[in-house]
């Protein structure tokens, strides 16, 4: 088999990066300065909205709750991008704004986990966050 036959085969086994779907209303509205807080009650679905007020209680020392939001938001996003194909691996591209929610979520929640001494979670997460796209740590100031 040849170099590129090599390559090609092992492209064909890397699962199709996810994308999740647009969210206009919701996006227009965090973009905006409307309150998290009142997107996230508009629409409770929308890991970026809990992943800034996440990354709001982290800034403010507020960890616990910090950690709530963020798993929300993770949780939120899980179901989204299940729902959009991803079956548990693979690419998740930060360069996709509608995937910063989720992996923004991710971070925090590494954040908040690594602050009330969850190292296991912490690692976890920290992980998983690479994983997705390994320039997602960066972006999100989680690289060290």
């Known amino acids: ?86 079956k548990g691996f693979g690419p998740v591209p930060w360069s996709h704004r509608p995937n910063q929610g989720f992996l923004r979520s991710l971070a925090a929640l590494a954040r908040a986990a690594k602050h009330i001494g969850e190292t296991e979670e912490w690692e976890r997460c920290s992980t998983f966050l690479a994983d997705s796209d390994p320039e997602a740590p960066k972006a999100t100031g989680l690289a060290e």
């Open 1 to 86: 088999m040849a170099h590129n036959d090599v390559m090609t085969h092992g492209n064909l086994l890397e699962p199709e990066p996810t994308r999740l779907p647009e969210r206009p209303e919701a996006q227009a509205a965090l973009d905006s300065a409307t309150d998290p807080a009142d997107v996230a009650a508009e629409h409770p679905d929308f890991s970026e909205a809990w992943a800034a007020l996440a990354e709001r209680a982290l800034a403010d020392g507020e960890v616990v709750a910090a950690y709530a939001y963020a798993r929300t938001g993770y949780h939120r996003g899980l179901d989204q991008l299940r729902r959009s194909g991803w």
